[in-house]
Each structure stands twice: as structure tokens, then as C-alpha cells.
């Protein structure tokens, strides 16, 4: 079995755009990828291309190592967000050829399901204006919905300092939303990498009375020295990772014991079989996985098959019960969030099967991710399905 075409497709919505693949062998076996890219979508659907002709055309399916390998050795230079997306999208794509042979979901090649359902957070929920009554609001819709999880960032944006009002502000969202769910839902308050030390530590200590499940990178991701000062100082845990790309990167996190939930995107880390590795490490330094997930139902049904087969995994996110509808439709197959859990995926490879027409309608939006300008913050205060 032969890789012998590759094709390439972007999708937009209203604030990200996907860059998806479809893998075909040479005896009609398909498999998909598909990543949320993060302002790189031009790039990472051009260097998927690139190494489609380079490496991927006339490789075994099966060899997912030694595709790792090519592409993150033969073409020099140390690859970045970029290149390992666009390996993921394809490495993905070869799970699923290679689940689809042998007649299995893609987690039985992983090592095999130690969990029957998934538990999952809400996030996207809040896409509303920053006053309590608003989250407070869009809290209880998204436990309406049998989520027993919700994420959000309640900064707007902010980043550095927050002035006093600013402040007082967040601080009062988080009060809101937690007085809105009760005591018995767990909220993770996301940072986004927006603060100085100085500043992440007094936010923890004021949100300590909401008892968060977790606080996410409170420090800019190169900043591992700031990390360790904000671990130091609060007893809230600190899950981070999502804009790390690689194992060396996770093994440095985890020797300075600076995170208790470590958050690989494996659409980010060069896919499947790379972050298996990444929570392996996890595992035997102590911390929990919960994976960054903000694809579409490719993507995440991905995340499920990671998720199965990980024992140290936490939950997962999911954004797309808060977003345009088309999104999953895009491909069926996943199955939906029931009482705040995801069921394992079913069938053969990753489950789903991609809509081209779905695809085709809906395009590449030229836009700009940008959660660090009021304007973008104000143009995403909308009410959510």
C-alpha cells in the first residue's frame, strides 16, 4: 500500500479557518486530516504541500515513524508551529488509512480504549458582553446543555497589567459565572499568556475562592522562568502547553515541575503517535493531559482516539457546540457531547468521513485571530447558539 495522492483544502468560519487533507492510496483507501491553525493558515496549507510531493506521495501509510522522522529531520532546519501542523494533518490522515485496513478505530492501534466515554469542557460559550449578567447567562446555557465543565477567559484584552477597574472587572466575571453554576461544576479560568508574574500571582490569589479546576498559561510560553515564580506562589493548579510543538519542549516543561495539566494540541505537535509520547512523559512526571482541541470534527475526533488510550488524561475541550453549525457538519461521524461526555468513536480509522461540499461552501476567510485588540473583543461579544 501506497500514499499516491494528496489533496489540500482550507475551510473558513467565523473566527478561524481549518486546513484539512485527504490522503488516497492506490488501492482507494482515504484518510483525513485536519488542524485549526493559529493565524498560519496560508503557511501551514503551503508547506503541507510541499512535503505532500517531497514525502508523502509513495510512502507507506503504515511507516508513521519514519514519515516523523523525514519530514522533521531531511528538511534541516528545526521545525516550528508550521511544519509540525502540517505533519500532523498528514500523519492524522495515515492513522486513519491505517485504521481503515485494518478495521479498527484508530485508538486500538494506539494501545487500546482504558476509558469508555470522554469527559468534556465547554469552551466558545462565552462569546458575549463582558458583564457579569451576560456570562453569568451563558454559564448556565452551557450547563443547560449537560456540560459539567466550562473554560473561559475573563480578561478581554488584557495583557501585562490590568489596570484597577480592569481588574476588579475579570475578577467579578469568574464570581458571576461561579455563582451562576454552583459549586458542583468545575470552570478552568484561561490566561491566554497575557501577564507578567507579578500580576498572574495576586489574579490567582483573588480567584481562590472560586476554587478553579485550573488556571491556563498565566506567563507568556517562553517565559519559563515566570512560570516557575507564579507556580510557586499559589495553590490554584496551572495547566499549560497548547503553543508547545514539540517532546523536547514537554520534557523541559516537565522537569521544572512548574505545571500540574499539561495541554498538547496534537494538531500542533506533529499528530497522534508524537503526542502519545507527550503524555507518556506526563504520565511518569506526575501530570495530567488535557488536550487543546479548537478543530473541527476532524480534529477532535482525533483528540477522542488520543483520549481513549491515555491513562493520565483529564478531560478535553470542545468548542463546536458554540459555533456555526456547519462546522459538524463538515464531517460526520462524531459523536456529540451527552451529559458532558463524548462516547468513543465508532467504525474504522478515526470514525468520520469528510464533506467536500461542505468544504467547498464554505472558504477561507482572510482574517485576523487577535485576542490582545479591543476591536476583535468587541466584534466577538455575540450571543451563541
Known amino acids: ?28 483507501v482515504d484518510g483525513v486530516g485536519e488542524a485549526r491553525p493559529v493565524n498560519r493558515e496560508e503557511a501551514v496549507a503551503a508547506y503541507l504541500e510541499t512535503i505532500a510531493h517531497r514525502y508523502v506521495v509513495g510512502s507507506d501509510p503504515f511507516d508513521v515513524e519514519d514519515l516523523v522522522l523525514r519530514v522533521t529531520r531531511h528538511d534541516y532546519e528545526v521545525p516550528a508551529a508550521v511544519e509540525m501542523t502540517a505533519l500532523a494533518i498528514v500523519e492524522m490522515a495515515c492513522w486513519d488509512i491505517i485504521g481503515k485496513a485494518a478495521g479498527q478505530p484508530v485508538y486500538r492501534m494506539l494501545g487500546g480504549a482504558c476509558r469508555r466515554a470522554v469527559k468534556a469542557y465547554a469552551n466558545g460559550w462565552y462569546q458575549v458582553a463582558r458583564t457579569p449578567d451576560e456570562f453569568a447567562a451563558a454559564a448556565r446555557r452551557a450547563v443547560a446543555r449537560g456540560y459539567r465543565a466550562l473554560k473561559f477567559d475573563p480578561f478581554g484584552a488584557g495583557a501585562g497589567e490590568l489596570d484597577r477597574d480592569e481588574y476588579r472587572r475579570s475578577v467579578t466575571l469568574v464570581e458571576a459565572v461561579r455563582d451562576a453554576v454552583g459549586p458542583d461544576i468545575e470552570l478552568f479560568v484561561e490566561m491566554h499568556g497575557r501577564f507578567t508574574a507579578a500580576q498572574a500571582i495576586a489574579l490567582a490569589k483573588d480567584l481562590e475562592r472560586f476554587v478553579p479546576g485550573w488556571i491556563e498559561e498565566p506567563v507568556p510560553p517562553d517565559q519559563p522562568a515566570a512560570l516557575a515564580r507564579v507556580a510557586a506562589h499559589t495553590t490554584l493548579p496551572i495547566a499549560t502547553g497548547e503553543r508547545l510543538h514539540s517532546r523536547a519542549a514537554f520534557r523541559d516543561l516537565l522537569a521544572a515541575n512548574v505545571a500540574d495539566i499539561v495541554q498538547p494540541d496534537l494538531t500542533h505537535c506533529g499528530g497522534l503517535w508524537e503526542t502519545k509520547k507527550i503524555a507518556a512523559m506526563a504520565e511518569a512526571s506526575g501530570a495530567l493531559v488535557a488536550p487543546h482541541n479548537v478543530s473541527g470534527p476532524i480534529g477532535t475526533a482525533a483528540a477522542l482516539h488520543l483520549a481513549a488510550c491515555t491513562p493520565n488524561l483529564k478531560i478535553l475541550e470542545y468548542f463546536n457546540d458554540f459555533a456555526e453549525p456547519f462546522l459538524n457538519e463538515s464531517a460526520s461521524g462524531l459523536p456529540p457531547v451527552v451529559d458532558g461526555h463524548f462516547a468513543l468513536p465508532a467504525g474504522p480509522g478515526l470514525g468520520v468521513t469528510l464533506n467536500e461540499d461542505v468544504v467547498a461552501a464554505h472558504p477561507y476567510r482572510r482574517q485576523h485571530f487577535n485576542l490582545f485588540s479591543e476591536d476583535w473583543q468587541r466584534r466577538q461579544a455575540r450571543t451563541v447558539p
Open 1 to 28: 500500500m501506497r500514499i499516491s495522492d494528496v489533496q489540500v483544502y482550507v475551510m473558513g468560519s467565523a473566527w478561524r479557518n481549518f486546513v484539512l487533507a485527504r490522503l488516497r492510496t492506490d488501492d482507494g
